[in-house]
């Protein structure tokens, strides 16, 4: 059993806060700044990637992780001052000054500085906009796998939180649930939703394979609108020729599936190989899946041409998409 996000974390020599590029040991906020101003928070959380050959960095669909960062910005009623393609820009440069040229994780994050009597009602809040960076390995095809709780906590639903977006609050839940899953000797917790359908894992959107068709809970089953479900749901589709539905999935479904893994920037593909004690297939890594993981490795290190709309190079110099 792995871990998804190993503990370990490097420090980068640069990162950006409200408009300035700062060395990493001075960019400080006030201690009074704690507390309330991480409520109304939303973050991003992207991936960059080596090329094959190792000379060059691919961001995987940084415009639309940026167009979601929008939204959730909007949603909570923060105000950045900033568009989608001048976030593009100001992430590609950061990276540039940082020199990254190993697997990277990137994390954009809003939040209300003044705190004062603004608690709760937070109506055109201007934003503080923190942009950070940090090495993160790929598991993918390492062969890590994970065994799966059905949680007792239930998914956040609609009527009390906004799943669909990253808001920094909702992740409460998702602690919750890992915690417990944890603790009871599984690697990760799958979360059913206030209707008793499965909903995701804790930071993960999840995908099942069963008689040869792809079936993952639809975008109103308390999801987050995930960038990778999307991804492979377009690699199933395109490149596998296999049918994708997106539906209500019940949670014994989970314990009849041929293969089960779930997927987002951090959990890339993640197989998961039992779920409350029932193997998953055999109880390992099934062919859909490998195939997923080496088509997913292809696309994200630029590796074949077809989703080339889906890079953003750091070095090469092209504009950046928006
Ligand atoms: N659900 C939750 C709760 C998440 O935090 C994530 C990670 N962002 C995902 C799903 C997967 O989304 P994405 O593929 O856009 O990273």
């Known amino acids: 059993m792995v871990h998804l996000v190993s503990d370990e974390h490097m420090n980068p020599a640069y990162l950006w806060l409200n408009g300035e590029v700062l060395r990493w040991e001075d960019a400080t906020v006030h201690v009074t700044e704690l507390g309330w101003s991480t409520v109304g928070a939303v973050f991003e959380g992207i991936r960059a990637y080596t090329s ?22 909007r949603l909570v009623r923060l105000r950045t001052g900033r568009s989608v393609a001048e976030f593009n820009q100001i992430i590609i440069d950061l990276l540039r000054v940082n020199e990254s040229m190993e697997d990277t994780y990137i994390r954009p994050l809003a939040y209300t500085a003044e705190t004062g009597n603004k608690r709760f ?15 993160m390995a790929t598991h993918l095809l390492t062969g890590m796998t994970m065994t799966a709780k059905v949680s ?11 799943p669909r977006i990253k808001n920094l609050s909702n992740y409460r839940n998702s602690s919750l649930g890992t915690t417990e899953a944890r603790l009871d000797g599984y690697d990760t917790a799958i979360f059913l939703n206030t209707r008793g359908t499965v909903s995701e894992g804790p930071g993960s959107c999840l995908m099942m394979i069963k008689d040869g068709v792809l079936i993952t809970p639809d975008v109103t089953s308390s999801i987050l609108e995930s960038i990778t479900r999307d991804a492979l749901m377009v690699l199933a589709r395109e490149v596998l020729g296999m049918p994708v539905v997106e539906r209500q999935v019940d949670r014994t479904e989970l ?17 998961i190989v039992s779920v409350d004690h029932y193997d998953v297939g055999h109880g390992q890594i099934g062919p859909v899946t490998r195939r997923l993981e080496e088509e997913f490795n292809n696309v994200l290190r630029g590796n074949e041409k077809r989703f080339a709309h889906w890079r953003t190079p750091v070095y090469a110099g092209a504009a950046v998409r928006s």
């Open 152 to 162: 007792s906590w239930r998914r956040i639903s609609e009527d009390v939180m906004p």
């Open 255 to 271: 314990y009849t599936a041929d293969e089960l893994f779930t997927c987002g920037t951090a959990a890339e593909i993640s197989p």
């Open 52 to 73: 094959m050959d190792g000379g060059e960095l691919f961001v995987f669909r940084l415009n639309e992780h940026m167009e979601r960062f929008e939204r959730s910005t």
């Open 121 to 135: 009602a937070q109506v055109g809040s201007d934003a503080a906009v923190l942009i950070n960076t940090h090495p």
